[in-house]
């Protein structure tokens, strides 16, 4: 090993993560890891001619974040398409199709995603009509925020062979009117009809893609992701082999815990795989599976009945789920099921309890709840019974919902994103962006955490915020509970001696800033394996 330091960061404010040593002055880095940590004296003695030291000036650092649920390959392919999610009304979204529609030529499919009708001053979900009257010549297909609603045109429906006379899908829902034709709108993976028409993207996009949204994640802090699956698995084989792409070519620069589709396991036990195979980068991650939709689409299932539509819709059954699981579970493959509403927790609660109970896992790494919208305080008591389990929370999504759970659950809202109630439990609570659903800016996620606000800043006074957590809780939620919940605890999510060296620098200090003022903060420097990968 090398008698000098690398890079020395000094003069600063360091929130270890790590217990043992919470705070320090300055950091130092050797090749992949950190070498030095403490006070400035003594961390400034590793330097020599060839070491790079960068003054702090009081900045703050932390460990690189890590999000545990990101629809990494999805947001790196909507690079091209329209993102609706600072469109502020009805109006704004049709202007933003037709633009689209006038820049990329008659004929060409017209893409976006990320709307979010609750907000409008509308409140008004567009249908085919609507589109029709801005795209015309163009097939159109737009997704909710949420992803489990999209909205074709009539041309989009056409080009997909969806009339009057074609069936729900499996697990999907094609809405229609009183004259049984249908109106654009797709729930779950009635979204899929859509898809298997779209034109293929091609490898040389996709890898270029990959490559600016891994830089992209740089400047939000984020040196880890989990890349997680969307329903129906159309996208398993195309994401793992664009991650091994980038991996065979040393240019991967961001750790990828990748999971795959639930609907694979039977493959994925033959082959011997298991959750944590693979290299520090690049892990083989969950078996991903879906308990039920969004609220948004008003297909989360739920113990009581939407204030404007019916209890929602399991999508795969729980018996289902269950034998999977179970095979998984046994053949160490970790599992992580998709749980929005309230009766689809604590169907899922209940699996896994069952599962605990015959004691025959080898799985060394903990299957997940993901989202854990909204759940009921008895089966918060029963989560809290599991030992092998963790969850993962979407504050980023709880600033885009405030106003479609009031309107569609009412006072039963207390029961969603009861992120203090999760963490009481002392099951891991890791913190995550669900992007392109949400912003995937961890500092967006810190801020809704805490303030339980939308980014606009309301309500005034927080929503149900007996449910907010600290600034400390949250940053623990992107840094040392997912790296301790994904057996990575001993290399990751601390800035400690001998751990990767994965840094992140700040500018300003969120634990002493006013709540409000953290989504202004922004990274200024990203370090990823030693490396310095970003500097504003």
């Not at 002055?25 to 330097?47: C, E, F, H, N, P």
């Not at 489990?148 to 074609?166: D, E, F, K, P, W």
Request: glycine content about 8%; hydrophobic content about 40%; overall charge negative.
């Amino acid at each position: 090993m090398k008698d000098y330091a690398d890079i020395i960061l000094h003069n600063g404010r360091i929130q270890t993560q790590d217990q043992a040593y919470p705070r320090a002055q300055a950091v130092a880095v050797t090749g992949k890891k950190i070498t030095g940590i403490g006070s400035d004296r003594d961390v400034l003695a590793l330097a020599s001619g060839h070491t790079r030291v960068i003054d702090l000036d009081k900045r703050l650092v932390l460990p690189g974040f890590i999000d545990t649920h990101f629809h990494f390959y999805e947001w790196a392919l909507n690079y091209d398409s329209i993102d609706f999610s600072g469109v502020s009304s009805f109006k704004e979204m049709q202007a933003a199709v037709s633009n689209k529609a006038r820049a990329i030529g008659k004929g060409n499919w017209v893409l976006g995603q990320g709307f979010n009708e609750s907000d409008w001053p509308e409140n008004k979900m567009p249908d085919r009509h609507d589109l029709d009257r801005v795209a015309p010549d163009n097939p159109v297909c737009i997704w909710r925020c949420d992803l489990h609603l999209s909205v074709a045109n009539s041309l989009g429906l056409q080009l997909a062979g969806i009339t009057s006379a074609t069936p729900d899908p499996e697990d999907g829902v094609i809405a229609r009117d009183a004259s049984g034709h249908p109106t654009g709108i797709l729930r779950e993976l009635a979204a899929n009809l859509i898809r298997n028409v779209l034109p293929r993207t091609s490898r040389e996009t996709v890898r270029e893609n990959m490559l600016k949204a891994v830089q992209d994640a740089h400047g939000l802090g984020l040196t880890s992701i989990h890349d997680i699956r969307l329903m129906g698995g159309l996208d398993g084989a195309d994401a793992l082999k664009a991650w091994q792409t980038l991996r065979q070519e040393d240019k991967l620069f961001l750790r990828c815990h990748v999971s795959l589709p639930g609907e694979m396991t039977d493959q994925a036990v033959a082959l011997g795989l298991f959750t944590g195979f693979g290299d520090d980068i690049l892990k083989i991650g969950h078996l991903k599976f879906f308990c039920d939709g969004g609220m948004g689409a008003r297909t989360g299932w739920m113990t009581e009945k939407y204030l404007d539509a019916g209890f929602g819709m399991p999508l795969t059954p729980v018996a289902e789920i269950e034998r999977a699981a179970l095979k998984a579970d046994s053949s160490g493959l970790s599992v992580m099921v998709h749980a929005i509403g309230d009766r689809a927790n604590r169907e899922i609660i209940d699996m896994f309890t069952r599962i605990e109970r015959l004691g025959r896992t080898r799985c060394i790494i903990p299957h997940r709840i993901e989202h854990v919208q909204m759940v009921l305080p008895k089966d918060l008591e029963n989560l809290s019974a599991l030992k092998n389990i963790a969850v993962s929370c979407q504050p980023n999504n709880l600033s885009l919902d405030i106003s479609m759970i009031d309107e569609c659950a009412g006072s039963r809202g207390k029961y969603a994103y009861n992120l203090k109630n999760i963490l009481k439990t002392g099951i891991p609570l890791m913190l995550s962006s669900d992007a392109p659903v949400a912003d995937p800016n961890p500092l967006a996620g810190i801020y809704s955490a805490v303030t339980r606000k939308r980014m606009n800043h309301t309500p005034k006074n927080g929503w149900y915020m007996e449910q907010a957590l600290s600034v400390e809780e949250a940053v623990r939620g992107y840094t040392i509970t997912p790296a301790t919940a994904s057996g990575t605890g001993e290399l990751l999510g601390s800035v400690s001696k001998g751990k990767l060296a994965d840094i992140i620098v700040l500018d300003r200090d969120i634990f002493e800033i006013d709540p409000d003022d953290i989504p202004e903060a922004t990274v200024d420097i990203t370090l990823f394996n030693g490396r310095i990968v970003y500097e504003r």
